[in-house]
């Protein structure tokens, strides 16, 4: 009739959603890409992506070998989709000096059991502070200041946290924020651990591409050696040279590398594809290096994933002269750093 309403089935579908769900007890958030038939859960626990949908014809892939269900968020295996923040990665032996000042991240505890790894807050409820969805685009912000003095034994800073995530025409894109709400400079820097996978095939024949000018060369604990040593050019590692694309193969991958070449629009791509379907991926970083593990020593999934953690600054950077800019945050200062995928469809 003139003048009547439509029916909500006769409205136009909007091109993005965002809605909150549940995996047992842990609240999500969950984006959604209706044209390009993408879907990416985020929990709160750790603002952990958890999973990266893409429809292909009848099927539903996920692209994200994130964690399976309530318990893995709860017990964290292998740091899946990890953000790490106030550090990424290790800290030889779990002590550093910073401004002159020594400090102990496991004070009493000795032996093979010290280890500092992946920063504080995989296990830290956020605040789902924003969750919407426009014309442009899904977006969620997660934030929390748990990075506080006395919390962290070694650390003793103040650092409040944002992790945005924004589901567009160009894939996942992820912004930090770490603003120094303390008194005194702190070292601080950004890292992401995701793991990928393009089929449930084991990754040997996957094509992995990284732009990278130099290695990083670590000690067996996986620690960067001092000082220009931990500097190789890539040609000096041929084995490990990925500058074109090539077969990952048998190589066991536990890798940083640096030196990352910027394309036009002043992102570095490290692309992984599998040649059998044509599917690919790309993660994009506008700084820092990129360590490629292809999950040789995780507890499950054996080298069925490959990890790609783009990082704003390298492992043990706290005990680094020549990463004292990059992760030097002075109080009342902010610092931001963004990636993000790219999938890239047959």
């Known amino acids: 009739m003139p003048g009547q309403d439509k029916s909500r089935s006769d409205q136009p579908r909007a091109a993005y959603g965002a809605e909150r769900d549940s995996v047992g007890t842990h609240e999500i958030a969950v984006l959604e890409d209706f044209a390009r038939g993408r879907r990416v859960r985020i929990a709160r626990r750790g603002a952990t992506v958890i999973s990266l949908e893409q429809t292909l014809g009848a099927a539903t892939l996920d692209l994200a070998d994130g964690y399976r269900d309530a318990a893995e968020l709860d017990s964290r295996p292998s740091s899946r989709f ?11 032996d779990a002590r550093y000096t910073f401004d002159g000042e020594s400090h102990d991240l496991q004070p009493g505890v000795e032996g093979p059991q010290r280890a500092a790894r992946h920063g ?160 690919g991926l790309a993660v994009w970083q506008e700084s820092g290096v990129m360590l490629a593990f292809t999950a040789d020593t995780v507890t499950r999934d054996v080298r069925r994933s490959v990890a790609l953690e783009p990082m704003e600054s390298w492992a043990d950077a706290f005990n680094r002269a020549d990463c004292f800019d990059a992760i030097r945050l002075e109080p009342g200062t902010e610092r931001r750093f963004r990636c993000g995928v790219e999938i890239e469809l047959p």
Do not use: K
């Not at 990890?82 to 030889?92: E, G």
């Not at 025409?169 to 651990?193: I, K, Q």
């Open 82 to 92: 990890a953000i790490m923040v106030p550090f990424a990665n290790r800290i030889d």
């Open 120 to 279: 504080f807050v995989r296990g830290v409820d956020f605040e789902l502070a924003a969750l919407g969805a426009d014309e442009l685009g899904a977006r969620a912000e997660f934030r929390t200041s748990a990075i506080r003095p006395d919390v962290h034994p070694g650390y003793p800073f103040a650092i409040d946290l944002s992790i945005s995530y924004l589901l567009d025409a160009d894939g996942l894109t992820l912004e930090a924020s770490m603003r120094n709400v303390g008194e005194r400079a702190a070292p601080c820097f950004f890292g992401w651990h995701p793991y990928f996978r393009l089929d449930h095939a084991p990754v040997d024949s996957w094509e992995l591409q990284i732009p990278a000018g130099t290695i990083v060369r670590t000690d067996a604990a996986y620690i960067p050696l001092p000082g220009a040593a931990a500097h190789v050019p890539m040609q000096e590692e041929p084995a490990l040279d990925f500058r074109r694309p090539r077969p990952i193969g048998v190589r066991e991958i536990n890798h940083a590398y640096a030196q990352l070449r910027l394309d036009e629009d002043g992102r570095a791509r490290t692309h992984l594809r599998d040649p059998d379907s044509g599917l």
